[in-house]
């Protein structure tokens, strides 16, 4: 076959061999001719004919050129008037075609159809040639080679390279070109076999029934009427997995609040302090004109600061409705106060999939059965965004699935590549603005979450949009309660466009917001797991507000972390799923829950123990796990004596009243022994107050910690290279303790971190300043400064003041409400030794911490 390609002043012929196979595929001309017509009576007809092999030219006669246009195929890549008489006039036979006009420029033929060619430079290119033309810019722009199949796909959706390489181009506007930067919309989904049901159909309370229509619940959502299909009011025990904002809460609500009104108990549980307290709000709002009296259960922080809240102490006795922690009901359960609950009707578990956290998933799985066991006629319902192995937990639980897959309005979600800091604090004003600026057909105007994955940097983002007239706050842990309040508040009522968050507070955030930013990929010193991005995501669009989500990831170009660019991680979490969620133990967790089960009499038989732990994937024998519990003292079994040794399956198994108070202050076995035996062993000559500040420091340190923005900024400048601002990571401990660093300093800096190195660094550890000794140095210091009677508030600028180190008083607050948790602790394991002195000890620095 051969192809004929038209220039200015003459064709060009590209004999390619066999027409079979030649779509689609580079081909190499056998020679390249070009030719030139002269006109005559007849028309037109060869004037010169030359023939190029590679370096050589050979002139071909005209009677042969026609002969070999006889004997091929004939393609024209454009119509010709001229050319095609000249072959019409010849009897010749001739198509069309398109070739790639990239490889011609290199010598090569490539026949491209519309499925396989895009525009460029208004010509066609190949698709071969496309590709290698965007690695080459990708290269060139030092993008990830990963994120070559995103421009592929834009390719391939547009169509033109052109636009593909406007984007990668750094001229590029993403936000006037939104159409390009869209990776994928997730549809809502009309299922015409769900029918819709009026709300005022269900058989419940007339009083309940008129609360739900009062707040325009005047139809069961899809997910609300495949839980009552599937036995809801009928106390079967469900599985609820179904997108946010779904209508998975009211759920639980309906399941629960008739059989409140009914005598019977609800409970409603979820991970997060601020969540239950969220709930209880607004459960006593709705539901107390019922006659119904609701409490909260969580872990109580008594600590007396201003801008914090003081949760009420709430009976549980009398309680209908119970909204509470996780941990907050455990507790009852482990002090064998589960008859606080009797008459348990439902208990409802928000965010079930905690189940797969590292630190929290065992101890709810644990919960969990031991509620099955005290409670065996209660209904349970567990709910959850992201559940992608749900069938796994229904068979942990004994739950019937509902499942209902589409989210309740539409999801846009964008991929935006940023080069810079710069670049991309521009791009977030943009979008916060332009989100601002839309309205829902509900009349809300758009508001935004912006992700971050520092403290530091959600003051930085919001300080920036505030600086250009874009009213928005920075929102994290560390702010008091007050301070968080008034932002839900205002962002609720529409005063501001945008929060500013932390990754790791995206569960506890509950803003109804039609756009989420991810400013980073990175959550703390990780990438953000595909469970947790799926959690972020679902807080874009709420169908009580608005009409769509809509989500922006920005990795910045370049940006790597553990051996991961930010570009890839990025793809992979937009084409990726959530994870299966697993319930795998170790020792520890296998120790604390047998003990936390005889505690709560969930599991009162050496038998009982066997059946149900010979059922999980426990990495040690039962026997060993209760031989051990035996061992260390912190259980008790019916005729078991140093010469019995061996364990009958009917011997009753009871918790000592030092198993009992390690069970109740949730701690391991290794830290129960820890201090046990700091209280057995200490030295007379010892200041107890000190020793004992010291025990409940040990376990757990303070953390959050920060160079100061100003320091830390010189030193990155001075230095030429960059290092965390936590305090006490290891970059931040050999910069901050070297003296060549301390002299380049501004006097000011100079002196405050000199200060760290006298009050906190004065220890001989081999491994200094790699060694805890600062971190406890902190730490100590926070505690002397609040034994001092002074507010968290206060400790925050004095460790500013003086050592030039930020922290938040939310922050403090939270280590010192964790820190009397551990004397109390220490408080209970010095009752269980009947060590009267150190009992009152710990008493009087809990309350001398408490009150400040």
């Known amino acids: 076959m051969i192809i004929f390609k038209r220039t200015k002043k003459s064709w060009i012929m590209y004999p390619i061999g066999s027409p079979k196979g030649a779509l689609n595929t580079k081909r190499i001309p056998e020679f390249v001719g070009f030719l030139k017509f002269e006109k005559n009576a007849k028309g037109v007809s060869i004037n010169k004919f030359i023939a190029k092999y590679n370096e050589e030219e050979k002139l071909i006669p005209p009677s042969e050129v026609i002969k070999l246009l006889r004997s091929q195929t004939i393609f024209l890549t454009s119509k010709d008037k001229e050319m095609e008489s000249f072959l019409k006039l010849l009897n010749i036979d001739y198509r069309f075609t398109r070739i790639c006009s990239h490889c011609t420029l290199e010598g090569n033929i490539t026949i491209i159809n519309s499925s396989f060619s895009y525009s460029y430079h208004n010509q066609n290119i190949c698709k071969i040639c496309a590709e290698e033309t965007i690695k080459r810019e990708l290269k060139l722009q030092r993008f990830d080679k990963k994120s070559f199949k995103n421009f592929k796909r834009i390719l391939n959706k547009t169509g033109n390279l052109d636009k593909v390489l406007s984007m990668i181009n750094h001229n590029f506007d993403p936000v006037a070109n939104l159409n390009l930067t869209l990776f994928d919309e997730i549809k809502t989904y009309n299922n015409k076999k769900i029918p819709q049901v009026k709300l005022n159909r269900l058989k419940i309370p007339k009083k309940f029934k008129k609360i739900l229509l009062e707040e325009n619940n005047e139809y069961l959502l899809p997910v609300q009427y495949l839980a009552i299909k599937n036995g809801l009011l009928k106390d079967e025990d469900l599985l609820v997995v179904s997108a946010t904002a779904s209508g998975k809460t009211l759920i ?24 239950a307290n969220q709930k209880y709000r607004d459960f006593k709002k709705r539901y107390e004109s019922l006659g119904l009296k609701v409490s909260i259960k969580v872990g109580m922080n008594r600590i007396k600061a201003k801008e914090e809240l003081k949760i009420p102490s709430s009976s549980i006795k009398d309680a209908d409705i119970i909204v509470g922690t996780y941990e907050g009901i455990d507790f009852l359960l482990r002090s064998g106060k589960s008859d606080y609950l009797k008459d348990l009707g439902l208990i409802l578990i928000d965010e079930i999939h905690t189940l797969d956290d590292d630190e929290r998933g065992i101890r709810l799985y644990g919960l969990i059965k031991r ?5 065996p006629s209660t209904q349970i319902i567990g709910l959850s ?21 589409f989210r309740p309005v539409p999801l846009k979600r964008h991929l935006i590549f940023v080069r810079s800091e710069v670049e991309k604090r521009n791009i977030i004003r943009k979008l916060v603005l332009k989100e601002f600026k839309t309205k829902s057909s509900k009349g809300f105007s758009g508001q935004t979450i912006i992700f971050t994955n520092s403290r530091r940097k959600t003051h930085q983002i919001a300080n920036y949009l505030n600086r250009n007239r874009i009213n928005a706050s920075p929102y994290h842990a560390g702010l008091s309660y007050f301070k968080k309040e008034k932002i839900e508040k205002n962002f609720a009522s529409g ?6 968050t932390t990754s790791a507070l995206a569960a506890g955030v509950d803003f109804p917001a039609s756009s989420v930013i991810f400013e980073t990929l990175l959550m703390g010193n990780r990438w953000i797991s595909p469970n947790e991005f799926s959690q972020m995501v679902g807080r874009a669009g709420r169908p009580s507000y608005h009409d769509r989500g809509v989500v922006y990831l920005l990795p910045e170009i370049s940006n790597k972390f553990d051996g991961e660019s930010e570009e890839s991680v990025a793809i992979s979490l937009l084409e990726g799923d959530v994870e299966k969620v697993s319930i795998d133990y170790n020792e520890n967790d296998t120790l604390e829950q047998i003990l936390a089960d005889i505690c709560s009499h969930s599991l009162e038989k050496i038998s009982e123990i066997h059946d149900f732990y010979e059922k999980l994937p426990i990495p040690m024998s039962v026997g060993k796990a209760i031989d051990e519990l035996y061992d260390k003292g912190l259980i008790a079994i019916s005729n078991k004596n140093k ?19 390690v069970a109740m202050s949730f701690l391991d076995i290794e830290n129960g022994e820890f201090i046990k035996n700091s209280l057995l062993h200490r030295s007379k000559k010892e200041d107890l107050y000190y020793k004992f500040m010291e025990i409940a420091m040990d376990l757990e340190y303070f953390e959050s910690a920060y160079l100061a923005p100003a320091v830390h900024k010189q030193i990155v400048n001075t230095l030429k290279v960059n290092f965390s601002t936590r305090l006490f990571s290891e970059s931040t401990m050999d910069i901050i303790s070297s003296g060549d660093t301390i002299a380049k300093l501004d006097t000011k800096f100079q002196e405050a971190l000199l200060k760290i190195q006298i009050d906190f660094l004065q220890c001989k550890c081999k491994d200094k300043p790699f060694c805890t000794c600062l971190q406890k140095g902190v730490s100590e210091f926070i505690i002397n400064e609040r034994l001092k ?10 460790l500013f003041s003086s050592y030039q180190i930020q ?3 939310g922050d403090v607050f939270s280590w010192l409400d964790k820190f009397v948790r551990n004397l109390e602790a220490v408080k209970r394991i010095a009752n269980s030794l009947n060590d009267v002195k150190s009992e009152k000890i710990a008493n009087d620095l809990i309350k001398k911490i408490e009150k400040g």
């Open 252 to 275: 639980g609500e309906l399941a629960g609040i008739p059989k409140a009104i009914d005598g019977k108990k609800f409970i409603f549980l979820t991970p997060l302090v601020a969540l």
């Open 371 to 375: 509620i099955e066991n005290i409670y």
């Open 385 to 405: 965004a992201t559940v992608k192995n749900p069938k796994y937990l229904t068979e942990k639980f004994n739950m019937k699935l509902v499942q209902y897959d």
């Open 495 to 500: 005063k501001i466009s945008a929060v500013v």
């Open 643 to 661: 010469n019995n040794s061996k364990l009958k399956s009917h011997e009753y198994v009871q918790p000592t009243s030092y198993g009992k108070a």
């Open 789 to 798: 009677r002074k507010d968290p508030t206060d400790i925050s600028k004095d």
């Open 807 to 809: 922290t938040y008083s």
